[in-house]
Each structure stands twice: as structure tokens, then as C-alpha cells.
């Protein structure tokens, strides 16, 4: 596939590729450009000109953004490259209300599941994780430890292909829907939002961490 050399170039930051795992390091780097706002929705961008800016082989980034749009993130322009997908308010809508059906009761499950004193260890890392980037106010770090806690949550239930659905329907809403937390000036906000969510997990007081979950959700919603 040809693709447009005018293509806009994609802020890195410094993100760079391991060899030998070349095609998932590629598609770390294309999500956090996408989740980070540094992708702008509408915008068409090339595979080759990534490539050159990462210093290595057309296929593995091509390949890389082939699977970011089967999920939905990018959609292919022929002979131009890969458009990042527009979300209308009518899809984050229906995005919004998957994650109430799916994401929140994977949640409240895994709190009546009960936690071992492992997982609440690991639980509460990954939460410090969290409160930590915040502080830095950094956007792309942020985001990989908020996603890490809450996919990590929902990973204690065993189940891959719930799992796959919440990670999908949770990168949906956040292409369009996370860097205002920089401009907003709320990560912080949003880091402290989790304390009260872990404890209750830990706990098993499920109708409370139903009750934080969607309260936490809301800037998903149109």
C-alpha cells in the first residue's frame, strides 16, 4: 500500500523500539500516540514515515496499525496510510454503555471473588503506580499505570476473552478522552479517584465499588 509522504509526523518523546519484538513495540509506541492525544483523530498518518522516525522496516509498524484498526482505533485509507478513527458522540455513547455492562460488573466480580494477600500486594503496586505518574504529570506514563491497575483488576477473574473486550471498549473511549486530563489539570484528581476503588475491591464492599466505578467512568460519557 502507497502511502502519503506529506503524512503527519507523530511526537515519539523518546519512545523507541527493542529489537526482537519489533511488531508489539510498534504497536505500544502507535496506542500511546493514539491514547496520548499526540494522534489526532481525523488525521491520516503513515506507516512508512513512523518506521523512518523509529529507525526500522515498514512491516512491523504496518502490521502494528492493521491491528489497531481491527480493533477499532485506526481505519486504513487506501494509498494513504491509516486515519486515526473520529469518535461521534453517538459511538462513545455506545462504548460508554458496553463498559457499564461489561467493565464495571468484571469489577464488582472480581471483589466478590476476594482477593488473596498476593493479588491485594500486587493490587496496591500498581495503584502506587498510579498516584506516583500523576505526580509527575506525565501523560504517557500515567496512562500505562491506570491501565495497568485496571486491567490488572480485571485479569484476576482468569478470563481472556473478557479481558480482550474491556481492554478493547477501555482504548475506544480513551482516544479522544484522556489528554484533557493534562489540560484540565485533573490527573491528579483522577489518580486519587482509585484509593477509595482498591479498598473497596479489597474489601468486597461490591455495591460501593460499583457505586465508585461508574462515578470514575463518567468522563467516558458523552
Given amino acids: 500500500m502507497l502511502e502519503s509522504d506529506s503524512a503527519p509526523v507523530i511526537g515519539l518523546h523518546g519512545l523507541t523500539l527493542h529489537r526482537g519484538t519489533l511488531k508489539d513495540e510498534a504497536l505500544a509506541v502507535v496506542r500511546s500516540a493514539l491514547l496520548s492525544g499526540d494522534m489526532k483523530p481525523g488525521r491520516i498518518y503513515s506507516a512508512?514515515?513512523?518506521?523512518?522516525?523509529?529507525?526500522?522496516?515498514?512491516?512491523?509498524?504496518r502490521?502494528?496499525?492493521?491491528?489497531?484498526?481491527?480493533?477499532?482505533?485506526?481505519?486504513?485509507?487506501?494509498n494513504r496510510g491509516f486515519r486515526v478513527v473520529e469518535m461521534t458522540d453517538a459511538d462513545r455513547q455506545e462504548v460508554y454503555d458496553l463498559r457499564m455492562l461489561v467493565e464495571v460488573p468484571a469489577v464488582v466480580q472480581a471483589a466478590q471473588?476476594?482477593?488473596?494477600n498476593k493479588e491485594q500486594?500486587?493490587?496496591?503496586?500498581?495503584?502506587q503506580e498510579v498516584l506516583d505518574t500523576a505526580e509527575t504529570g506525565d501523560l504517557r506514563n500515567y496512562l500505562d499505570a491506570d491501565?495497568?491497575?485496571?486491567?490488572?483488576?480485571?485479569?484476576?477473574?482468569?478470563?481472556r476473552r473478557l479481558y480482550g473486550i474491556v481492554e478493547n471498549l477501555r482504548d475506544q473511549s480513551r482516544v479522544r478522552g484522556s489528554y484533557h486530563l493534562t489540560?484540565?489539570?485533573?490527573?491528579?484528581?483522577?489518580?486519587?479517584?482509585?484509593?477509595?476503588?482498591?479498598?473497596a475491591l479489597i474489601s468486597g464492599e461490591s455495591e460501593v465499588l460499583q457505586r465508585l466505578m461508574v462515578e470514575h467512568l463518567s468522563y467516558a460519557r458523552p
Avoid: F, W, Y
Fill in 113 to 116: 471473588r476476594g482477593l488473596s
Fill in 121 to 127: 500486594s500486587e493490587v496496591r503496586r500498581l495503584l
Fill in 63 to 78: 502490521e502494528a496499525m492493521m491491528d489497531l484498526a481491527g480493533k477499532g482505533l485506526l481505519e486504513v485509507v487506501r
Fill in 48 to 61: 512508512n514515515s513512523l518506521a523512518a522516525q523509529l529507525g526500522v522496516s515498514n512491516s512491523p509498524v
Fill in 147 to 159: 491501565q495497568a491497575l485496571h486491567m490488572g483488576i480485571v485479569a484476576l477473574l482468569g478470563n
Fill in 183 to 199: 489540560e484540565r489539570g485533573v490527573l491528579a484528581q483522577s489518580a486519587q479517584e482509585h484509593l477509595p476503588i482498591v479498598e
